[in-house]
């Protein structure tokens, strides 16, 4: 669960990041960044700042934005509809990502990009200025995300 | 047909417009930036600076530049493997772009974006400033777009 000011604080961070990376938003897509922390309550430490630009059916693209430190908690995109589970690539705008996926961990600078395949266990930290990351990927279905940790709830409370 | 000079003075445009807007490029990018003329040998009026960022079997991101009052000229994505053609969505960045769908115009302005469907003739052509185009889109397969104009070649010479 996060307070409505948690969630306002991290809509304008978030927006604020985007901005700084040239990215023009219309008022909108600020209002609609949404802020997740993944039903854990330590927002600052694990959660994630997420715009979606466009969701059909085939393909989606999302800017995620992450506080300093912040954590988007292990987790893999499982097979839905007769289909392959979602495939993504992250491409690094500004700060630093550490990529962590099926054991392995690598560290991605703005420019750098690198595609997880479909159902592979993977979490990623933003480094200690925070980071955006433009994700590139097959259609997004967030409710079948399986998580490692049995606590995480993907719905976010806002109280 | 396009002159190496007209190449190289095209690919520093674009990889100059792409910074302007606060994408960060790695060398192998800069280098990599597509410079179409469709065969028409008038690159200033009909043509387009593409990176490609991804293009797997599923999805793909480009980002697209185009010089003040540069065409791509009219075309459509036919289907094909047995699935539907292109489905993409634009998302202008900076400057302003016109599109041409079946018929009907739009301006998109930065922060703007609209979606084709697949298989739908379009066109678009920069403003007076240029413009510098997100696609964000389902997978593609350049060399299947039908052109309206039996004159244009979507391979480009390079002299």
Chains 1, 2 share one sequence.
Not at 59 to 69: I, Q
């Amino acid at each position: 669960m996060i307070t409505r000011d948690e969630q306002r604080e991290a809509q304008a961070y978030a927006a604020a990041e985007l901005e700084a990376c040239g990215i023009v938003l219309t008022d909108a897509e600020r209002s609609a960044i949404e802020v997740a922390d993944f039903g854990l309550s330590r927002l600052r430490e694990e959660g994630l700042m997420v715009l979606v630009y466009v969701n059909t059916d085939r393909y989606c693209a999302k800017e995620l934005v992450l506080y300093p430190g912040q954590t988007c908690p292990e987790h893999r995109h499982p097979p839905f509809d007769g289909g392959a589970g979602k495939e993504e690539t992250f491409r690094c705008r500004r700060g630093r990502v550490s990529l962590h996926v099926d054991g392995s961990e690598l560290v991605l600078g703005p420019g750098e990009q690198f595609t997880i395949p479909p159902d592979t266990l993977h979490s990623f930290t933003a480094g200690p200025e925070g980071a955006v990351v433009s994700e590139f990927s097959s259609t997004s279905r967030d409710d079948l995300d399986v998580f490692t940790d049995p606590q995480v709830r993907r719905e976010t409370v806002v109280a």
